[in-house]
């Protein structure tokens, strides 16, 4: 539905797919007309001067729910997002700011809890926290805790340049992990759905399995973490940002034993499920064995060849399934679950 024949926001306008897409584009876009730079990419590139070097900035706000889960929370959460965003234009995040709103009632203990671990990921990263500020609303006005993160970064190899525009013919398509592993945590946990698992969520930095490929001069030419929409959005994205058809294979996704379980269960898609520390990359056709390479060699033990693009001018993306037939695998649409980063 067009968003002109709305009367209001829906839920479905947070999901990273198709009606994010359309609020993005029939409001967003058309009243910040000569306000913004760096639209369809996870992070915005800047400089401060004529002679000043590039730098990379996002911006992000977390309201997942549950604020504890298995193998993160919300704290972790926030500063991998926003770490992992400007890393997905060949950044390394330096600076962190962040805001946090909190629950008037909020427990200390949790809070403790959530800020530890915050501290503990921004260490890891080897970011600092440059700027911070805090407010708390009266009880009923937010659920618990909502945190709101930017990162600035730096490039260390200046010879990337990686957008989604401009992607060519008969490049590679790569997932650096396990597909849909987050958002499956996420249901199994939610109180209304109460699976059993011993699965963990992917959360994770995405810098250091990365640096290497970035340093190799292997040619990159587009990188994005996997989020709401799962790797459906992010292809159809890229389809539709350089006008290129890409083809994917169903046999070549790598997804986990429990995460194949909760689709089953609950009638999902793997790939239509958030990732919080795995992304997608685009690399030239004739180097992605040894892009694979390197990910294996660094940590990313699971990440996969998975397809490639095909002709320009035909913006779609084509998924081969395991009998050989071939469907076109659509943007998300409408909201499976809310609130899941």
Not at 7 to 28: C, K, M, N, T, Y
Request: charged share 20%; glycine share 10%.
């Amino acid at each position: 539905m067009a968003l002109h024949s709305m009367d209001s926001v829906l839920l479905s306008h947070g999901s990273g797919g198709i009606e994010s897409q359309r609020l993005i584009a029939e409001l967003f876009e058309p009243l910040l007309k000569g306000c913004v730079i760096g639209v369809g990419e996870d992070a915005g590139i800047g400089t401060l001067s004529a002679d000043s070097k590039n730098f990379a900035i996002s911006t992000d706000g977390y309201v997942v729910s549950p604020i504890f889960f298995a193998g993160g929370d919300i704290g972790k959460l926030s500063v991998c997002g926003s770490c992992n965003d400007v890393a997905m234009m060949g950044a390394k995040a330096c600076y962190l700011s962040a805001s946090f709103m909190l629950e008037e009632g909020f427990k200390i203990a949790d809070l403790s809890r959530i800020v530890k671990s915050f501290a503990t990921t921004l260490s890891q990263s080897g970011a600092k926290l440059i700027s911070a500020d805090t407010k708390v609303l009266p009880r009923g006005m937010l659920d618990k805790i909502f945190i709101t993160t930017t990162a600035f970064g730096e490039f260390l190899y200046p010879h990337l340049h990686l957008s989604a525009f401009g992607i060519p013919q008969d490049s590679a398509i790569l997932v650096s992990g396990n597909v849909g592993t987050h958002g499956a945590v996420i249901y199994s946990s939610r109180e209304e759905i109460a699976l059993h698992s011993d699965l963990q969520s992917d959360c994770a930095l995405l810098y250091p399995i990365l640096e290497p490929l970035f340093a190799s001069k292997i040619k990159l030419y587009a990188l994005r973490d996997a989020t709401r929409g799962g790797i459906a959005s992010v292809l159809n994205e890229w389809a539709n940002a350089s006008q290129i058809g890409i083809e994917i294979e169903a046999e070549k996704l790598p997804v986990l034993p429990q995460v194949r379980g909760i689709c089953e269960l609950l009638g999902f898609e793997a790939y239509n499920l958030a990732n919080e520390g795995m992304c997608v990359l685009c690399v030239a056709g004739e180097e992605a064995q040894e892009a694979l390479r390197i990910l294996h060699k660094n940590g990313a033990k699971e990440a996969e060849i998975i397809g490639h693009t095909t002709e320009k001018n035909r913006a779609r993306v084509i998924l081969k399934t395991a009998f050989g037939a071939k469907r076109i695998l659509e943007y998300p649409s409408g909201e499976l679950l809310p609130r899941i980063c």
